[in-house]
């Protein structure tokens, strides 16, 4: 079994920064893509930002310029820094990663979930 872990949301006012975190444990060969999705109250759950394990990166046009994602390969990590953030960006965040728990037995992995709210 894989987890993964989430942390760093909040309440942050318009134009503040924050930053989420993403572990994976667990029974892992190996992680490809890791990303983050958010899902706003109403609304479907959208991709935000992707990494490969390359370090190949994807972002949605919303976000681009104001968030970067980063991931440590080591720690079976992703971060997600939000910088300019709007009310907008209101929503629940969630890590998502691609695992092979051994090679070619390829499986999808979801966090729990992060609320990050942008209000004054």
């Known amino acids: 079994q894989v987890q993964l872990v989430e942390s760093g949301g909040g309440l942050v006012q318009p134009g503040g920064s924050l930053r989420l975190s993403c572990a994976a444990s667990?029974?892992?060969?190996?992680?490809?893509?890791m990303g983050w999705y958010r899902q706003a109250p109403g609304k479907q759950r959208e991709l935000v930002a992707a990494i490969t394990s390359g370090g190949d990166t994807n972002y949605a046009d919303s976000v681009k310029g104001r968030f970067t994602i980063s991931r440590d390969n080591a720690k079976n990590t992703v971060y997600l820094q939000m910088n300019s953030l709007r009310p907008e960006d209101t929503a629940v965040y969630y890590c998502k990663a691609d695992v092979a728990v051994r090679p070619a037995m390829l499986y999808n992995y979801w966090g729990q979930g992060t609320q990050v709210t942008v209000s004054s």
């Open positions: 667990g029974s892992i060969f190996s992680i490809n893509t």
